[in-house]
């Protein structure tokens, strides 16, 4: 069974940083691209980040570009959001997704999300 | 990228069809077979409902379907049940490793 589980979130100041992890499970990691995808409260879904099987292939959305560094540990099968320079608009319920193969390819599986709230 | 335009709400009765669209640009949901959507109950994680603009992953009922005719993505929900309500979203490759969400569709079983 695929399992997802985020971690990091938190309050955060204006300016401030923060990391986000999803350690998954329940399948062969380093065989499958991950996404981030957020959803401010009572908003919709937002693309935030995705990162291919290797790390080769590496996109973000506009609106988080040069403040997101998206990466994965294979070995760990762990990945993480690094979120610097953060934003009231930044809060939002922070979702870890499967891709269904190695790159540029769509979400089969999702977390349960971890919450970042940017507050001061 | 700009989010994919999808109907803020849509609503039918328990056994009718209902469609939602998803419109893109010729950049996305037009340049790709990539098109996939999800449903999202209050307070749950989405659910890939329907990948690659037509297909159903296992386990989802074959009263959902999807189609794409150029720009546009549209997905159909026959035979409306309860469980049906929820809010849809349709999601697309955008090119060089990005990805683009529609806004989001209400959907109400009345």
């Known amino acids: 069974e695929v399992q997802l589980v985020e971690s990091g979130g938190g309050l955060v100041q204006p300016g401030r940083s923060l990391r986000l992890s999803c350690a998954a499970s329940g399948f062969t990691f380093d065989d499958y691209a991950m996404h981030w995808v957020r959803q401010a409260p009572g908003k919709g879904l937002e693309w935030v980040s995705g990162?291919?099987?290797?790390?080769?292939?590496?996109g973000y959305a506009d609106s988080v570009k040069g403040r997101f560094t998206i990466s994965r540990d294979n070995a760990k099968n762990s990945l993480y959001l690094q979120m610097n320079s953060l934003r009231a608009e930044d809060t939002a319920l922070y979702y870890c997704?499967?891709?269904?193969?190695?790159?540029?390819?769509?979400?089969?599986?999702w977390g349960q999300g971890t919450l970042v709230a940017v507050s001061s | 990228q700009s989010a994919l335009t999808q109907p803020a709400s849509v609503s039918g009765s328990p056994g009718q069809s209902i469609t939602i669209s998803c419109t893109g640009t010729?950049?996305?949901?037009?340049?790709?077979?990539?098109v996939s959507w999800y449903r999202q109950h209050p307070g749950k994680a989405p659910k890939l409902m329907i990948y690659?603009?037509?297909k159903r992953p296992s386990g989802v009922s074959n009263r959902f379907s999807g189609s794409k005719s150029g720009n546009t993505a549209s997905l159909t929900i026959s035979g409306l049940q309860a469980e049906d309500e929820a809010d849809y979203y349709c999601f697309s490759y955008v090119g060089s490793s990005t990805w683009v969400f529609g806004g989001g569709t209400k959907l109400t079983v009345l």
């Open positions: 997704a499967k891709s269904d193969c190695g790159a540029d390819c769509l979400i089969d599986y």
């Open positions: 690659e603009g037509s």
């Open positions: 010729s950049s996305d949901v037009g340049s790709y077979n990539l």
């Open positions: 990162i291919s099987w290797s790390s080769g292939s590496i």
